[in-house]
């Protein structure tokens, strides 16, 4: 089945820096990668996605890019604020499969 | 419009007993999702359904686990004779279309605990 390692497990950054986090994955018939952010006490919410055909993708603050030759694909998020600090966990799906396995999160904290 | 519902929120159980997780997910969503969530881990998918039908259940961890989703909207993820280590966060997720093309829509989750 599909193996997610995701990196760095947890990371802290001044508010105003980035942040990158990256996942890597073994099954290469994988074709879409969402994102979800968990605030305290609360289900994984979806924050950005991407798709097997496209290399990156915007939105506002936050893109991801993706290497599908090397199979990885990494999340960045620029000019970071306080309410960014959550939980962050990649997911990767094979469509025709229709589950997604989910890496193991990084724990983000945003000083402000 | 209403997210996704599960019910109980917390749930103490003894050892040995049933307990059955309802999950209402999105209206309109075809396809919904059972996953545990174990602390400081990523969620661990256990089954699917697309409507009624059952579409995978390999992630159940044996057969004391079962789910169901009989008109293709509510489902119940039932666990008999409970055991301390099935005490974990059970999360359901439904989304729009089948095969996993949208977005996984996710309940704030059961806290199940096994004494």
């Known amino acids: 089945g599909e193996n997610v390692e995701q990196h760095p497990s947890t990371l802290s950054v001044q508010e105003g820096d980035s942040a990158v986090i990256k996942c890597t994955y073994s099954d290469s018939a994988s074709n879409y990668f969402p994102w979800y952010k968990q605030e305290l006490g609360k289900g994984p919410q979806l924050i950005i996605d991407?798709?097997?055909?496209?290399g990156e993708k915007k939105d506002q603050r936050i893109a991801v890019t993706l290497n599908k030759t090397a199979k990885h694909f990494s999340l960045h998020i620029t000019e970071t604020q306080p309410e960014d600090s959550a939980v962050y966990f990649c997911a990767v799906l094979n469509t025709n499969a229709g589950k997604s396995t989910f890496g193991d999160g990084t724990t983000l904290t945003v000083k402000p | 419009g209403a997210g996704v519902s599960q019910s109980p929120r917390y749930k103490v159980t003894k050892r040995g007993q049933d307990v059955a997780l309802r999950c209402d997910p999105i209206?309109?969503?075809?396809?919904l999702y059972w996953y545990r969530q174990a602390l400081g881990q990523g969620p661990e998918f256990l089954t699917y359904?697309?409507?009624?039908?059952?579409?995978?259940k390999s992630g159940l961890p044996n057969d004391r686990f079962s789910a169901e989703r009989p008109e293709g909207s509510i489902s119940t993820l039932t666990i008999q004779r409970t055991e301390q280590r099935d005490s974990a966060m059970y999360r359901c997720?439904?989304?729009?279309?089948?095969?996993?093309?949208?977005?996984?829509?996710f309940g704030n989750g059961t806290r199940l605990t096994v004494t």
């Open positions: 991407i798709r097997s055909n496209v």
């Open positions: 209206s309109g969503h075809v396809s």
């Open positions: 359904f697309n409507y009624e039908a059952q579409q995978d």
């Open positions: 997720a439904s989304s729009r279309r089948q095969g996993g093309n949208s977005p996984l829509h």
